[in-house]
């Protein structure tokens, strides 16, 4: 069988190797990849939002399946796309992207389902936003509506950034028609955990638990980014909590989506504030997370080409699904200046050496070829992941792959999974 991947980051290149571990052997190609996913796959030169150019190229080469991995083209309508064509899709329509595309879809979803989330008010009109604040108190949160990279959420510490926020995103509109509508919410207190899930809109099967690491500091300052590493198991997700978010969570949101006449197939991902009230839900996104993909597939012990097979046929109450109980954990690699400015082309070197390493994945997130050698091509560069009998291990397994290799300017945290070891 044929399987194309859509995508160039960490994740695709998880994706890809668990794919290739498959005992069916899929012949793998990934659009448009990067240097490390072309050792698993042959690379397609298509972007992943290229929607036309995708959907001719599955014309062409008949893949038996497809797996999207950004959310772009899923909200861009790729999925609606393919389906039409005729081939079997991991990932949802243009309408259950909206679970990430739309913050307020999302917002009037879970409160029409009593899913526990934080109370909030959409707004399309900006002095009516700010006459609302007004009558609030900080810490509040400002959302962008639409998709904007990560960067579209504003915590507020005090009532005159949440007036700036709301200022930026529907005057100045620098997220642009993202911002036209914003959602303004409670603050939660808490911890953050990621439940990822697989559904075919009927069954829905999470998978193990995950956290990341969203600023990119140590102790976790500075700017949010779009993850430094992460970690599997979180701890803070009791077994009992577990099963709160599959029966109080994650099944009502799927039959919510089914009553709206959205079969969803592929992955729910939903970030959880673990407060002192319990669990609530701080946003969908509708796609495997980064960095938590290379974290969580490392566990995964059932055959993945058979998950995607079933969740795009709708056969996913066919299948169990079974997870290396030991812990991983990995570390992102990012050029120097990232969340901000960087430069591009750095030669990264000792990658064979780290390669060779036991219980250790090396995934490439924004690599290219330059005269043969693998350089840098992103923010993020790599994300090293280890896998052990302790998580005390797998961290330590991650950073003797990161120390294995060289690359100017290159940033990490040196803090991974400190919440899980101070507990
Ligand atoms: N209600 C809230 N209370 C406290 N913190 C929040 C709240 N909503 C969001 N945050 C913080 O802001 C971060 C980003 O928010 P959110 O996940 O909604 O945005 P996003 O841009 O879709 O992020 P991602 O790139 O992870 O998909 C969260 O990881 C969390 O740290
Ligand atoms: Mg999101």
């Known amino acids: ?83 039409k064509e005729g081939f079997l899709v991991f990932g949802p329509t243009k309408d259950g992207a909206q679970m990430e595309a739309s913050k307020d879809f999302t917002k009037q979803l879970l409160m029409s389902s009593l899913v526990p989330t934080a109370r909030s008010v959409t707004f399309t009109d900006s002095i009516k936003a ?18 904007a990279a990560g960067k579209g959420v504003t915590v507020c510490e005090t009532m005159a950034q949440a007036q700036l926020a709301v200022e930026e995103a529907m005057d100045k509109k620098v997220f642009g028609d993202a911002g036209a509508k914003v959602v303004i919410e409670e603050f939660l207190e808490g911890e953050e955990a990621s ?93 495997f997370g980064d960095p938590e993909t290379e974290v969580v597939l490392p566990r995964l012990k059932t055959d993945f080409v058979e998950i995607c097979l079933a969740v795009a046929k709708g056969e996913l ?16 690699m990012a050029s120097h200046g990232y969340p901000g400015s960087y430069s591009k082309g750095k030669v990264i070197e000792g990658l064979e050496k780290a390669a060779e390493l036991p219980d250790t994945y090396v995934f490439h997130a924004g690599t290219a070829k330059e005269d043969g050698k693998i350089v840098s091509n992103g923010g993020r560069v790599l994300c090293v992941t280890g896998i052990g009998d302790t998580i005390e291990k797998a961290i330590e397994t991650a950073y003797q792959g990161v120390r294995t290799i060289q690359m100017d300017g290159v940033h990490y945290r040196k803090d991974i999974g400190w919440r899980a070891i101070n507990r």
Request: glycine share 10%; net charge neutral; proline share 7%.
């Open 130 to 147: 700010q006459l609302y604040l007004k009558k609030q108190n900080a810490p509040i949160v400002i959302k962008a509506d639409g998709l």
């Open 317 to 332: 109450s066919k299948i169990k699904i079974e997870w290396d109980e030991r812990p991983t954990a990995c570390v992102v």
């Open 1 to 83: 069988m044929d399987i194309l991947v859509i995508g160039s980051g960490g994740r695709e290149h998880a994706i890809c190797w668990a794919l290739a571990k498959s005992r069916h052997k899929p012949k793998i190609f990934c659009a448009p990849g990067n240097a490390g996913i072309a050792s698993l796959a042959e690379l397609v030169d298509v972007m992943s939002d290229d929607i036309s150019g995708l959907v001719n190229w599955a014309k062409t080469y008949n893949p038996g399946l497809v797996i999207v991995g950004p959310e772009i083209p899923l909200a861009l309508g790729l999925t609606d796309q393919l389906t």
């Open 195 to 287: 439940i990822l899930a697989f559904t075919d809109g009927e069954t829905i099967i999470p998978m193990v638990t995950a956290q990341d690491h969203k600023r990119v500091f140590d102790g976790d300052q500075g700017p949010n980014t779009g993850g430094m590493g992460a970690y599997s198991p979180a701890p803070v997700v009791t077994p009992e909590m577990n099963e709160f978010i599959l029966e109080k969570i994650l099944k009502p949101t799927v039959s919510a989506l089914r009553k709206r006449g959205i079969i969803y197939k592929g992955v729910l991902y939903a970030g959880l504030m673990i407060t002192a009230k319990g669990p609530k839900v701080i946003e969908y996104n509708c796609r």
